[in-house]
Every structure is written in C-alpha cells, then in structure tokens.
C-alpha cells in the first residue's frame, strides 16, 4: 500500500542558517557550502534513528544526495540516499520539491531505485502534473544508468559529470530528544 502525500517542499535559507524541513520544522544549520554545481548542507537532527545530516542538492542533475548520520543500534542503513526532486534558487533561499523518486545506494551494491509507486499514485491522484512524473522517470533513469556505468559508484559518476562532493570527516549527533 502506497502512502499518498502531497508534494514535499523544502527550503534553505543561506543568510539565515536555517532549513525549514518537509513537515515545517525550522531547523538551525551548522555549514552551508555553495559551489558553482550545488550547494552543500550539514545539520543536527533529533529524528530517533538519526543525529545527524548531510546533504548536497545538485539542480542540473535534478538531485540531493544525503548522507543520515544513524544513531546505534539502527540496523536499516543506506551509505547515500538519493532523492529526486526539482531544485530552485532565488535570493540565497533555496527550495526542492520531492518527486517521490527515491534512490538507495550502499557500497559493493548496485543502486536500488524506491517509491516509483508513491510517484504512480501521486500523478493519478492529481498531486504531481504529468510533466513533472515524466521529469522524475528521467532524472531517474539518467541517474542509474550514469552510476551503473561508473562501476556503481555514484561518487565516479558525479566526477564524470564535473561534479566533485565531499562528506564531513566526524560528525557530532544530536541527542534523541
């Protein structure tokens, strides 16, 4: 069964230092980074299975590639999440929109492509316009098709695009509140 939501927004504000996150949480941001190909996120987080987060949203790509910091114990993990939405920049605020498109990456594995069928029911329920399915479908397919040929390496695939990310070396998680 599908779990069918509306489209999930999300902002960062770079002058302010903050991310307002999809369910409207204001949360204070520790680093923003802007290169000339996206922009880099690092925050606390005070989700129970998480402390931490990393994120890079790439908008040509049509990306954002996170990497959650998980607490002890969380036994379902994934080295990159990658999700796949639309990105824009106005006034140092940057927004995504979610196309429900998600892709799992864990090293010495191929990718694992989830939530086509969120997608599916959110363009037959009328929550996303079928330009914008058809947009996800191919950010999707471009993206695992680039990363199975760079040997499953989603990092070799982005270099091979002029992209170069970077995670933080240590982290501090935030405590579960």
Excluded: C
């Amino acid at each position: 069964m599908t779990n069918l939501h509306p489209v999930k927004e999300e902002t960062f504000n770079l002058k302010a230092n903050t991310n307002i996150d999809p369910k409207g949480f204001l949360r204070r941001v520790d680093t923003y980074r802007e290169t000339e190909f996206g922009l880099y996120m690092a925050r606390g987080a005070d989700h129970p299975n998480f402390g931490y987060l990393e994120s890079w949203l790439l908008p040509e790509l049509g990306l954002r590639a996170n990497i959650f910091h998980y607490r002890d114990g969380v036994t379902e993990r994934e080295d990159i999440y990658i999700d796949v939405v639309e990105i824009s920049v106005e006034n140092d605020v940057w927004t995504t929109r979610d196309l429900y498109v998600d892709l799992i990456w864990n090293n010495g594995n191929g990718v694992e492509v989830v939530d086509i069928d969120e997608l599916a029911a959110a363009t037959s329920a009328g929550l996303i316009s079928a330009e914008d399915a058809e947009r996800a479908i191919e950010v999707t397919l471009a993206a695992v098709e680039g990363i199975t040929r760079h040997n499953d390496s989603p990092a070799q695939w982005l270099k091979s695009q002029g992209i170069t990310i970077d995670w933080a070396k240590n982290v501090t998680l935030v405590p579960v509140p």
